[in-house]
């Protein structure tokens, strides 16, 4: 027996794979079996922001399946309303999710597209907001500067030091 499943889109790109947005998708599962079609707006136009959408939405689409979550995706314009213009299937979907950054770090929210997208697909809009990926922590090894004991240089010899030149 198969009960009713919803189709939500999601649209995302930089907090893609963010635990808030994770979080947010699992607990709408809660309320009834669904399935996710994440659109992803390319970074870029042309072909090398369509290339680096492909990979984004590759690496989105397989941590949000590793968390048990069932997606689909597809890179979409680079303009986020273009976007959501050319995925929406009022046929298809029953709701919208939109995972930005904060305010102030948000484009998208600079354009209010989550009250745009609102209006043109006519359903209920879910507004996530994530924090933005942290970098990788990169160590570094700084190399010592040499000591230089100056006039006193002489001197070294009783510490066992020598000044490198």
Known sequence: MT???????????????SDELIRALKQRTER???R????LPAPGGGKVGRDAGRRALDAALERLRAE???VSGRVGDHDPIGAVHDAWDPMKYDEVVISTLPTGASKWLQVDLPHR?????GVQVTHVVAEPPRPEARVERV?????DYGVLSPLSAITGKRPER
């Open 117 to 121: 997208v609102e209006k043109l697909t």
């Open 3 to 17: 009960g009713w499943e919803f189709s939500v889109l999601v649209i995302a790109n930089v907090t893609a794979t």
């Open 143 to 147: 190399e010592r500067a040499a000591e």
């Open 36 to 39: 996710f079609t994440l659109v």
């Open 32 to 34: 009834g079996a669904c």
């Open 68 to 70: 048990g979550l069932e």
